[in-house]
């Protein structure tokens, strides 16, 4: 009687951390092979921890965890989860490619439900067609994982399976996750580091990617020590990455964190008052680290500012702003569909805001090289159009005052 629920997730360069989920306690096996070559020749050994939910029926369920390693980079490998007592259908996921030249391709949103999971399907339909190496969910999972007995977060899982399966699916967590201190997040997540999936930052081509939890300035009765602990290790990990021997081999720095700075929406949440608290716990700190992106959801809609720095738009020119930003550049999509519907904007926005739509959809990214971001909007209304697209150039990386003084 034991139900898979499957999800892969990135670990260290050459190695894939397989997730699963099952109802009895069983041993923790993935067998797994290339493609071309004999269908499941090796076998990894994981575990499995016991995770109790805190509705009332304490239901339990068993997480199980292996990590691949030694992988052939961009080689594609078959492989099932299980064990003897059952096995999982038979997927397929490719090693990341680990050079600083790859040019990774990306899908990212948030505030993705199992009721009305709008741009589902077409997002299957893409990550099966091999249009991503990566996935990044920018926190709010199922509406809400811990519901009916974490029976809505069983659900969820297996209705991501069918991407989450086949490339490595990256999150962080949103104010949906927060019942029990986040505890369905938690332990159904497996991302780097040794944080419980919180926070954490990954290399990938030319970048280095940092994902964040918001959370810990909103959920104070879970400890504000959270808080400084995330910031003393954001701090330390953008001191690293801005190390002149890491910055140049990984220029690009990307944050995804669930609530944003900056919104225009007419809903009165956060981040449409000035004095947001995200923006003095990070905004600083992003700046004089010489953030280039930072990637939100929340609102559920797709906004893309101008490059903006304590509520000033610093573009790299008037003719072309994004070209040698003086500033982070900001991007909200958090219209991947969920039973909240979408939002509505205000109608006289700040003149930071460049872009809004109301359209369920999501965002494509791709880190072309060093110097070359691309980012587009996907509308699902419109089936699959475009409808926004912008190149963010940066030949120097870094503080702005450093950019500046080449």
């Given amino acids: 009687g034991s139900i898979l629920i499957e999800r892969s997730t990135l670990y260290l360069p050459g190695s894939m951390e397989v997730t699963w989920t099952t109802f009895n306690k069983t041993e923790s096996l993935v067998e797994y092979g290339l493609v071309g070559g004999r269908l499941f020749e090796m076998t990894s050994k994981g575990y499995s921890t016991l995770f109790v939910d805190s509705g009332h ?5 068993y997480i199980h965890r292996v990590i691949l390693t030694g992988l052939k ?10 064990s003897d007592e059952g096995w999982s259908d038979v997927f397929s996921f490719t090693a990341l490619n680990d050079s600083t030249c790859f040019s990774p391709k990306f899908a990212l949103y948030g505030d993705l439900g199992n009721e009305n999971p709008q741009s589902l399907a ?9 249009m991503y190496d990566v996935i990044l969910h920018i926190g709010d999972f199922a509406y809400d994982m811990h519901e009916d007995n974490a029976r809505i977060g069983d659900e969820f899982m297996r209705q991501i399976q069918s991407i989450a399966a086949y490339v490595p699916y990256m999150t962080c967590p949103g104010n949906h996750e927060a019942a029990y201190n986040f505890s369905n997040y938690r332990n159904r997540f497996s991302m780097p580091g040794q944080t419980e999936s919180l ?3 990954w290399n990938l081509g030319s970048a280095h990617i940092i994902s964040l939890s918001t959370e810990v300035y909103f959920y104070l009765e879970f400890g504000k020590e959270l808080l400084f602990k995330q910031y003393e290790w954001l701090k330390k990990d953008l001191e690293e990455a801005n190390l002149p021997e890491n910055r140049a081999v990984r220029p690009w720095i990307i944050t995804m964190g669930h609530r944003p700075m900056y919104c225009s929406d007419d809903d009165l949440d956060d981040c449409t008052r000035f004095d947001s608290y995200v ?8 700046y004089r680290y010489g953030v280039d992106l930072e990637l ?3 609102e559920h809609t797709y906004e893309r500012l101008w490059p903006v720095y304590g509520d000033k738009v610093y573009n790299g020119s008037s003719e072309q702003p994004y070209v040698n930003p003086k500033a982070p550049v900001h991007i909200i999509t958090g219209s991947a569909g969920c039973r909240e519907k979408t939002d509505t904007f205000n109608p006289n926005p700040k003149e930071w805001s460049a872009f809004r739509s109301t359209d369920y959809g999501y965002t494509r990214m ?17 089936y699959g159009k475009v409808i926004d697209s912008i190149w963010v150039v940066k030949e120097k990386h870094g503080h702005p005052s450093i950019a500046l003084s080449r």
Avoid at 57 to 61: F, G, L, T
Avoid at 366 to 382: A, I, K, M
């Fill in 366 to 382: 791709q880190v072309v090289n060093t110097t070359h971001l691309y980012l587009e909007q996907v509308s699902d209304d419109q």
């Fill in 296 to 298: 939100w959801a929340h």
């Fill in 73 to 82: 980079p961009a080689a594609t490998y078959l492989y099932h989860c299980g």
């Fill in 279 to 286: 923006s003095p716990g990070l905004e600083d700190l992003f």
């Fill in 57 to 61: 029926e304490k239901r339990h369920m």
């Fill in 122 to 130: 077409r997002l299957q339909k893409e990550t099966q067609l091999g």
């Fill in 199 to 201: 926070w954490y930052s």
